[in-house]
């Protein structure tokens, strides 16, 4: 269906338009503020119903009003009033009346506000927010929240009221999450693994520490003996040194001898008994074993000490690669949660029913079209999309509104005019002139402007 005839009075700036479109391109133009959008916003009220009718829907000072459109198959008018009322009467060709028209309608009207050149000149964001506006991701939004990790928390911000909108925010919340943590267990791991691996361990190091407790006593008794046979040989040299104090009195002696003979004998018996206890301890001396060696048990008792130090290090080694390889699992599970929410991400928008087949969005929130994001597909392409996604929408009623086409070059209204024609659609546009001349429907003073008799025909 598309639009045979519009008559608009009374609406927004319109007086009184009639307007009855023989191409696919319906052009209305004129100067600013002369009624141009008020003539796309009178289809919007005659077929959109409550919530696309403004709340002044009314040329200012005027009581009432009314849209007429003909679609050929159906006939729609809708009236207004001052105090905000209004009727909607829906005929069929033969004028026969439908009860429920505004359901009527609904049901071969599904988003005429989609305006494909307000979607080529947002921002790649607000672009994703207009698509998902019009399309439905077939999600539970409380199922969402198996993706994420129970160690990982997640924002409590506020999410969009549009179900798909909100999707793809709570999934970009729980990936940038999960990445979050993940950066800070790659940080723990890394670091734990620079700790283990700056631990550099003797090839012999043992794998139980080496008891030190008996090589202890070993070489305490070892001490012992070599301090029992010290002592023995302090005391000989003692005795010796003893010895020869007594020999030197009795050199001295000698000539006193007849008078010191008792004392002389008592030297001697001291002599006697000195001599038997150096020969004791002679022979004690010989008896001893030989001192041990106490530099072989040093040497084992040092190397001890150093394989102990390294079993220790052992230890600390093992229980910082145990840290490390905590962290590393902890870091792959949190890419696996990352991967498992991409891929949750994709398989919804795959099950999603965007208006037009090969339709995506990217991690980045860019629509894509068969993977190209569409931002860089030049401004001609996005137009096409633009009016293609629009076509799908209202697969039924053939009519496109396109407001502030004052952007639109020669070349592009040349591409918009021959799309129409081969998709056999309805594009109404609006745009700025200055003069009514080379166009069919210029409004002016809220009319459709009609030339004069008392003007001259344009000779040229």
Known sequence: ???????????????????????????????????????????????????????????????????????????????????????????????????????????????????PLRFVKASPGAQKDMLLEISQIPVNLADLSKLLPASVPLSGKMYSTNPSLACLEIIADIIKAITDQRVLVGRDRDRAKGAWESIILPDDTPAEPIDL???????????????????????????ITELSYVREKLAGMEQQIEDLRVRFAKEREAENALTFNIKECEGAILNMPPAPDNSALDEQFRSAQFLNKAYERAQEKKGLQETWMGFESTYNNLTNSIIAARKEREDLLVKTKFPIDNLSINDDGRITLAGVPIDQRGTSKQILLGLTICAALNPLLRVILLRDGNDIDGDNMK??????????????????????????????????FQERADEPADKG
Do not use: C
């Open 1 to 115: 269906m598309k639009i045979i005839q519009l008559e608009a009075e009374n609406i927004k700036r319109l007086r009184a338009v009639t307007i009855e479109p023989k191409e696919n391109v319906v052009e209305i133009s004129g100067k600013n503020e002369s009624g141009k959008s008020s003539t796309l916003d009178s289809i919007m009220y005659a077929l959109g119903g409550k919530d696309s009718i403004a709340d002044e829907p009314l040329r200012q000072g005027e009581k009432k009003g009314k849209v007429v459109l003909n679609l050929g198959k159906y006939k729609v008018t809708r009236t207004f009033t001052a105090a905000g009322g209004g009727t909607l009467k829906v005929e069929s060709a033969d004028g026969s009346e439908y009860k429920s028209p505004q359901t009527l309608l609904d049901g071969f009207l599904n988003d005429l506000t989609f305006d």
């Open 213 to 239: 407790a008996d090589l202890i006593k070993k070489r305490q008794d070892a001490n012992e003996v070599v301090m029992r046979k010290q002592q023995l040989i302090d005391e000989k040299e003692r005795r």
């Open 415 to 448: 591409l918009i005019s021959q799309w129409a024609t081969e998709n056999n659609m309805q594009v109404w546009i609006e745009r700025v002139a200055d003069s009514p001349k080379g166009h069919l429907f210029y409004i002016e003073d809220g009319g459709i």
